[in-house]
C-alpha cells in the first residue's frame, strides 16, 4: 500500500514524501495510531460513526409506522382533521366532535358511531 504523508517537521518539497506499506503492517499500526501522516481514530469515535450511519440508515428507510399510527386517530382539537371526517361521514363537524369525546380518538369507533358512508 503506497500512499504519501505529510510530515510537518519539514518544508518545501521534503515535506510530502512517499511510503510503501504491506497492507497488514499498515492496518496493524493504523490500529495503534503509528501510521505517519494518519490520525488516529478512537474506539468510541468509531462507534459513534457506525451508530451515525445506522441512524441515517435507519432515517432513510422511510418507515410508515407514526404515519399509520397517526392515521388510525381523529384529532378532535384541529379543524382540517374534523373537517376531512366530516365530509367522509357525511355528517357535521359538531357531530364527528361529540364522537370523539363520546368513543375516543380511535378513528374506526368515530366513524362506526357517524355512521360512515
Known amino acids: 500500500m503506497t500512499f504519501r504523508p505529510k510530515d510537518y517537521r519539514r ?10 506499506l504491506d497492507p497488514g503492517e499498515f492496518i496493524r499500526r493504523g490500529a495503534f495510531g503509528r501510521v505517519e501522516g494518519l490520525n488516529r481514530k478512537s474506539p468510541a469515535a468509531l462507534l459513534a460513526l457506525e451508530r451515525q450511519s445506522l441512524e441515517e440508515e435507519v432515517a432513510n428507510t422511510g418507515t410508515t409506522r407514526g404515519r399509520n399510527q397517526d392515521r388510525a386517530r381523529v384529532a378532535g382539537g384541529q ?17 364527528v366532535k361529540s364522537a370523539v369525546k363520546s368513543v375516543g380518538n380511535s378513528r374506526k369507533e368515530v366513524e362506526d358511531k357517524l355512521g360512515k358512508k
Open 79 to 95: 379543524q382540517h382533521e374534523v373537517k376531512y371526517e366530516a365530509g367522509k361521514t357525511g355528517a357535521s363537524k359538531g357531530d
Open 11 to 20: 518544508n518545501g518539497k521534503e515535506r510530502y514524501r512517499t511510503m510503501t
